[in-house]
């Protein structure tokens, strides 16, 4: 039952998710061909004002334009979640013999799944868009040289880069699925404390947001970020960017783990369609 939930949860966003995506990517296409595959290249002068100005509102416009495709991505799935669970649809949807436990795993699954396709699809169209040639070797040699640097800072060394790799990718994953319960909670938690369920819902996702920034900075006082200000002498770049990101993996798994069990409780206890 949990895998026929999880094919209609997707079944049910893929139309509109297909058709903004494609749309992206074939905006990055036209843009690599036509714009920045003449602009980024060896005979380039960025000097020239018009140039440099072009460069800048073609940057601007398609990092708008990722924005909105993934703001729009957030707010499907939160549509989704709450037009099958808490409008007219949901009398419908919680007669079906499925558990509210269920009913969340299985929209927790798919709205991670089109989250992290969803941003690893914006990196790729900003990569088909501007990483031209020259691009790619330049941005790629600086990126070594920052990866050296990182490495001479370090006390301790710093993991391999497959690992690194393998780190950001399970960072993306665990964020993404952080983002998506902030939602569901958002959405089930305004329902029942407030009348207007919209604005209770929005009120609630600020909160939630909120409070992990403040847990977020605190984190970061405790990895010693604050010495950069304080006490520049004993701040340690590379080992700061590594402990910070391993404290926000922490934090996003423990996020998860409260949001999922709110979430389910909320739905289980005080679910209510009047």
Same mark, same amino acid.
């Given at each position: 039952?949990?895998?026929?939930?999880?094919? @209609?949860?997707?079944?049910?966003?893929?139309?509109?998710?297909?058709?903004?995506?494609?749309?992206? $990517? $074939?905006?990055?296409?036209?843009?690599?061909?036509?714009?920045?595959?003449?602009?980024?290249?060896?005979?380039?002068?960025?000097?020239?004002? @018009?140039?440099?100005?072009?460069?800048? /509102? /073609?940057?601007?416009?398609?990092?708008?334009?990722? *924005?909105?495709?993934?703001?729009?991505?957030? /707010?499907?799935?939160?549509?989704?979640?709450?037009?099958?669970?808490?409008?007219?649809?949901?009398?419908?949807?919680?007669?079906?013999?499925?558990?509210?436990?269920?009913?969340?795993?299985?929209?927790?699954?798919?709205?991670? $799944?089109?989250?992290?396709?969803?941003?690893?699809?914006?990196?790729?169209?900003?990569?088909?868009?501007?990483?031209?040639?020259?691009?790619?070797?330049?941005?790629?040699?600086?990126?070594?040289?920052?990866?050296?640097? /990182?490495?001479?800072?370090?006390?301790?060394?710093?993991?391999?880069?497959? +690992?690194?790799?393998?780190?950001?990718?399970?960072?993306?994953?665990?964020? *993404?699925? +952080?983002?998506?319960?902030?939602?569901? +909670?958002?959405?089930?938690?305004?329902?029942?404390?407030?009348?207007?369920?919209?604005?209770?819902?929005?009120?609630?996702?600020?909160?939630?947001?909120?409070?992990?920034?403040?847990?977020?900075?605190?984190? $970061?006082?405790?990895?010693?970020?604050?010495?950069?200000?304080?006490?520049?002498?004993?701040?340690?770049?590379?080992?700061?960017?590594?402990?910070?990101?391993?404290?926000?993996?922490?934090?996003?798994?423990?996020?998860?783990?409260?949001?999922?069990?709110?979430?389910?409780?909320?739905?289980? !206890? !005080?679910?209510?369609?009047?």
């Amino acid at each position: 039952m949990l895998g026929k939930l999880i094919k @209609y949860d997707l079944k049910a966003l893929n139309p509109i998710l297909i058709f903004v995506h494609a749309f992206l $990517l $074939l905006a990055a296409l036209c843009i690599r061909i036509f714009i920045s595959g003449r602009l980024f290249n060896e005979d380039s002068d960025f000097s020239d004002p @018009y140039t440099a100005m072009a460069v800048g /509102l /073609l940057v601007v416009l398609f990092s708008l334009a990722v *924005v909105l495709i993934l703001f729009s991505t957030e /707010l499907l799935i939160a549509m989704r979640f709450y037009k099958n669970l808490f409008s007219g649809e949901g009398y419908l949807t919680l007669t079906l013999p499925v558990t509210p436990g269920q009913h969340l795993l299985s929209r927790t699954i798919s709205g991670t $799944l089109w989250g992290t396709l969803d941003m690893f699809l914006c990196f790729f169209s900003v990569y088909l868009a501007f990483a031209t040639p020259y691009v790619r070797e330049t941005v790629g040699h600086e990126l070594l040289q920052a990866w050296e640097e /990182l490495l001479l800072m370090s006390d301790s060394g710093l993991p391999s880069p497959a +690992a690194a790799v393998c780190f950001c990718i399970l960072f993306c994953i665990t964020g *993404v699925a +952080a983002s998506v319960l902030t939602i569901y +909670a958002s959405v089930t938690v305004g329902q029942v404390l407030f009348g207007h369920r919209i604005i209770g819902a929005i009120a609630i996702y600020f909160v939630i947001n909120t409070a992990f920034s403040i847990l977020s900075f605190i984190a $970061l006082a405790l990895t010693g970020g604050l010495n950069m200000f304080f006490n520049p002498a004993t701040f340690n770049p590379a080992m700061h960017v590594i402990n910070s990101l391993v404290l926000t993996e922490w934090l996003s798994a423990a996020s998860i783990l409260a949001l999922y069990l709110l979430t389910h409780y909320m739905m289980k !206890k !005080k679910i209510n369609l009047d």
